[in-house]
């Protein structure tokens, strides 16, 4: 049964305006919802950029030796797997915070550097949280549109004024796949004024092949104003247990320590992170599958005639055209959960997430049958 929001009464005249303009998040419903409701047995979910091979096993592991001692609260500070996470990417733990989802840090710099009238410039089409977060703060979105299906770097450095205090650069963007170069970034990173924090979100990283991806961390190392979002949510296959970090000169982890609740990251998501750093394997593994995944669709989708995106993430913005509602629908029917793409104004393309070859093969199927 869908549930209604409730009409709301007068306590909308003492919330702030910038509350009631956004839209409530609506999510999905659960696969178990979807399997009973259509009669079905699989549900194949490639909707939300999650690992299809499933969470490291040595964190699964890590999980199950730490269940005896979660009457405890968490470690606040996030002590081991900072200094995992500082070993990990060549830091100190004082450059590094932690969140719940990397999306509570962008949540934490629009709260601390996004007052009133304050601007942050953005890619058009980019990752949703950076537009709703900011007009949480009261601050003006700056959407800037992809060229090519691309960030356009230089035209986001036009867009600067005084009022500009973040520029969000989503590398690899969701939902294009594609990257902004070291060469087009170095460029920003050199003339970007001295109040304006440059927000690398990587959280697709690990899977990037391109020889000219930049080496983000080490212009934080040089001191410049750039913080680097990554996560455990995608390759590592931890998106359920909510955790993500960011990697920072000193003094800007310290004003989002200010704004971070105090138990901000549960226990059982610090041990999984730090298991799932060491866990090599699977880590490779997850990357081959994305590798392999990719170049069957690319292949099936060619021979089909469909446009999509060449990505550098672990999904693909593909172009379905004027049936793209009653395809998803069609899909959903047979199982598959893709991502519609309204919400990003592309309500004629999907977001596929690549899945095991198995769960490819079933959705090029099941696709080519639900555009005839
Ligand atoms: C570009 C980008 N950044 C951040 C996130 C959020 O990741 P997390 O699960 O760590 O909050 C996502 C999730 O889809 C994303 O696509």
Redesign the pocket.
């Known amino acids: 049964m869908e549930e209604k929001e409730e009409s709301l009464d007068f306590l909308s005249r003492i919330v702030p305006p910038e509350i009631l303009k956004v839209k409530p998040y609506i999510p999905g419903k659960p696969i178990e919802e979807v399997k009973r409701e259509l009669g079905i047995s699989r549900v194949i979910k490639l909707a ?2 999650e690992n299809s091979l499933g969470p490291a096993p040595k964190a699964i592991q890590a999980i199950y030796q730490y269940a005896s001692k979660i009457h405890f609260y968490p470690d606040g500070g996030c002590y081991y797997l900072k200094k995992d996470l500082a070993e990990h990417t060549g830091v100190d733990p004082g450059n590094i915070i932690v969140g719940n ?4 840090i962008v949540s934490m710099l629009t709260r601390v550097f996004i007052q009133k009238g304050d601007e942050a410039i953005m890619g058009d089409p980019s ?1 949703l ?1 950076y537009k709703i977060d900011t007009q949480l703060s009261q601050g003006k979105v700056v959407c800037v549109p992809l060229k090519e299906s691309r960030l356009d770097v230089s035209a986001m450095r036009e867009a600067i004024t005084s009022r500009t205090k973040l520029i969000f650069i ?1 590398n690899p963007n ?1 939902p294009t796949g594609t990257i902004v170069t070291e060469r087009e970034l170095k460029e920003l990173v050199q003339t970007i004024p001295p109040d304006v924090l440059l927000v690398c ?1 990587e ?2 990283y690990e899977y990037v092949d391109s020889p000219d991806y930049p080496d983000t961390v080490s212009w934080v190392k040089e001191g410049k104003n750039i913080i680097v ?1 990554r ?1 455990f ?1 995608k390759i590592y296959g931890l ?1 359920g247990l ?1 955790i ?1 970090y960011g990697i920072a000169r000193k003094g800007i982890v310290s004003l989002l320590n200010r704004v971070r609740p105090p138990f901000n990251v549960n226990s059982l998501a610090q041990v999984a992170a730090r298991a799932g750093l060491k866990d090599r394997a699977h880590l490779v593994k997850s990357k081959r599958l994305i590798q392999e995944g990719k170049k069957f669709l690319y292949a099936k989708l060619e021979e089909m005639g469909i446009e999509f995106v060449p990505t550098q993430a672990n999904f693909i913005l593909i172009k379905v055209g004027g049936k793209t509602e009653s395809v998803i629908n069609t899909l959903l029917k047979k199982g598959i959960i893709v991502r519609g793409m309204e919400a990003y104004n592309l309500p004629h393309h999907i977001r596929l997430t690549i899945g095991t070859q198995e769960e490819n093969e079933i959705f090029i199927r099941e696709f080519q049958e639900a555009l005839r």
């Open positions: 939300s950029n989802g990397s999306d509570e990752f949280m989503s969701n979100d959280a697709y979002l996560t949510s998106a909510r993500g």
